[in-house]
């Protein structure tokens, strides 16, 4: 096997055994690359079907190119989507940076969709190499009963055996990207042929490399219009891939604050 036959392999192994182990599990939906592609696993996981819920985050912010995917791929897909709607700006802390505070909302509407469903389980679409918070992750990462993360306390996993053992109130974010990387996930796109938001695809001298809200995110300098174009972009460049995220050239803390206090 090449590596992304290895990659595909171990993220579909992971999405099983949570699937077998997790009682009530869900799928979070950014519409960006990586969580179509993590769709794109479980569908492979499970036959052409994916059988648990998958959740959009909402914060009607979004690019109107975003909704038009969603509302397209979600029937496409067959897809038993949830549109979560965010509280609101004033419902979040304000001591947080703009940028943050505002990414805070998902924070608040992840905690909102687990009190409302009671989901215990939690598929995510991150990678360590996105991000050094990030980076302290485990495939299986457990959550306390108010959404925090103890990046201090995680559980040991070794040979592939996976904690999913929580105590009352808890839940557990699972990971099947964790070990993929950015250029890794473009080079498994361009192989599947998966469907993406247009605005990843430069127009005019610009494109957005990482897809966030209007407000929010800034696109790039690029001419890379083709998956092949973006590949050999990220071959040739050493700028970091959220380098268009407003929240991340905000205060030095932020970021890790919102981590554990539950963000993606």
Known sequence: M????????????????????????????????????????????????????VVHLDTEAEFPE???????????????????????????????????????????????????????GLIAGIRRDEQSVRAKERVFSPRDQHGDWDYRDQPPEFWDQFNTSLP????????????????????????????????????????????GEVGTTAPIASDAATVEDIIAELEATQTEEREGRLMDHEAEDAFERLRLSGYL
């Open 2 to 53: 090449n590596r992304i036959d290895q990659l595909e392999n171990e993220s579909v192994f992971i999405l099983r055994e949570a699937f077998s182990q997790v009682g009530s599990l869900a799928m979070l939906w950014s519409l960006g690359k990586d969580s179509n592609v993590m769709i794109w696993l479980a569908r492979k996981a499970f036959f052409g079907r994916v059988p648990f819920p």
């Open 66 to 120: 975003a909704y038009a995917f969603r509302d397209c791929y979600a029937s496409e897909w067959g897809l038993n989507l949830i549109a979560e709607i965010c509280p609101p700006i004033e419902a979040i802390d304000p001591s947080l940076p703009p940028a943050s505070r505002f990414a805070a909302r998902k924070s608040a509407g992840l905690k909102q969709c687990l009190a409302r469903h009671g989901f215990t």
């Open 168 to 211: 009352p109130g808890a839940h557990v974010r699972i990971h099947p990207l964790l070990s993929w990387t950015e250029i890794d996930v473009w080079r498994y796109i361009a192989r599947e042929r998966i469907p993406l938001v247009p605005l990843y695809f430069a127009k005019v001298g610009y494109r957005y490399r990482s897809l």
